[in-house]
């Protein structure tokens, strides 16, 4: 890595080199249509139009685009129940989104996995997870099928920072390490596993440092920075193609609302949560748009424009949507499978 993009600390900064035009705009909008998707879900949850739980990622949109841009078609993403961004970003139809989210058939998931369970593998998702940690060790299976087919692809692996505190998550970087799998495991540090922070509930609150256990490369990196993202997981990635194995990154990130919708907040305070969205890491990408000339104030109101657009698109399908058959209810339980050969 281009030693000016490590600060002191070893976090990992912006860099100074320019990224292109079309990279600056698709980072602008992925996350204006994650902000405003969520947005919305927010809004129809109290509406009691979606059930169950639901975990917004407002505020973290930079951790899901900057990786996007520094991967590639065939990688693998898998991560927790805060899960509606990731496919967004992936290029998974809101309308999609939207609809599994309403518990319809025409959902990602067919309706089945709602808020905390989408799926797409169509473009490369395998899953959001409802058991805490749990995604963690599956990720390393993904890893382990991409090397033993030699596909060149890898996985990256999303968590938040209460998963750490799992077995299975030293377990797999364990494994992982030995076996050098192609892995990135990201850690989205928003500083509360639901409403217990870091400091309460960890004797290391650099959770980057759990990795050197494992002498796994590990570092932090700015979450609220969608460059310095781009460039540590593209760091990783290299290392992972490269057959190196895998790399711990810490996302320092916040989410602008509670961990759920059924949150009320009542262990942070409104100064806190103000100084975090100051750092909005959308308003960040704006900035820099304006100010190196590549879109104006009109180009980027219709891009916010189009997206508004499309969420509300992404409403009308979802309420015309059916819903799920009853018979669904036995399809995708079980595979039958001639073993060791598995059928689809």
Same mark, same amino acid.
């Given at each position: 890595? #281009? ?21 600056? $705009? ?28 639901? @975990? ?27 899960? @509606? ?84 998550? @030293? ?38 440092? $759990? ?13 609220? #920075? ?32 509670? @961990?759920?919708?059924? #949150? ?29 000339? $590549? ?42 499978? #001639? ?6």
């Amino acid at each position: 890595m #281009d030693q000016s993009l490590v600060l002191e600390n070893g976090a990992v900064a912006a860099a100074e080199t320019e990224f292109s035009k079309e990279t600056y $705009l698709f980072w602008y909008e992925s996350m204006v249509l994650m902000r405003k998707f969520e947005e919305k879900a927010g809004q129809l949850y109290g509406q009691q139009k979606i059930r169950g739980f639901c @975990h917004l990622y407002i505020g973290q949109e930079a951790c899901a685009a900057g990786a996007v841009t520094a991967l590639r078609k065939g990688d693998k993403w898998i991560t927790a129940y805060r899960d @509606h961004a990731h496919p967004l970003a992936l290029g998974t139809s809101p309308n999609a989104v939207m609809a599994e989210l309403y518990g319809k058939a025409t959902g990602c998931s067919k309706g089945k996995g709602g808020s905390m369970h989408m799926f797409d593998k169509n473009v490369g998702f395998m899953g959001g997870h409802g058991i805490v940690g749990a995604q963690v060790p599956l990720g390393a299976g993904i890893g382990f099928a991409e090397k033993y087919n030699k596909t060149g692809n890898l996985c990256i692996c999303h968590m938040g920072d209460g998963a750490v505190r799992q077995g299975a998550f @030293h377990e797999a970087l364990n494994m992982a390490m030995t076996w050098k799998l192609p892995v990135i495991f990201v850690i989205e540090n928003n500083g509360y596993a639901m409403g217990t922070s870091v400091a309460r509930s960890s004797n290391v609150t650099d959770l980057y440092t $759990l990795g050197e256990a494992y002498d796994m490369p590990s570092m932090p990196v700015d979450g609220m #920075d969608v460059e310095a993202i781009h460039h540590a997981v593209a760091k990783a990635a290299d290392r992972a193609r490269a057959g190196e194995g895998p790399t711990l990154l810490e996302f320092r990130t916040y989410r602008f609302r509670g @961990h759920s919708m059924s #949150d009320p907040q009542k262990y942070r305070t409104k100064e806190e949560v103000e100084s975090y969205k100051a750092q909005d890491p959308i308003e960040q990408v704006r900035q820099a748009i304006l100010a190196k000339g $590549l879109a104006t104030e009109d180009d980027l109101a219709a891009i916010d424009a189009k997206i508004k657009a499309q969420v509300e698109e992404s409403v009308k399908f979802a309420e015309e949507s059916p819903w799920p058959d009853p018979s669904e209810i036995y399809r995708d339980v079980y595979v039958e499978s #001639d073993y060791p050969f598995i059928k689809e």
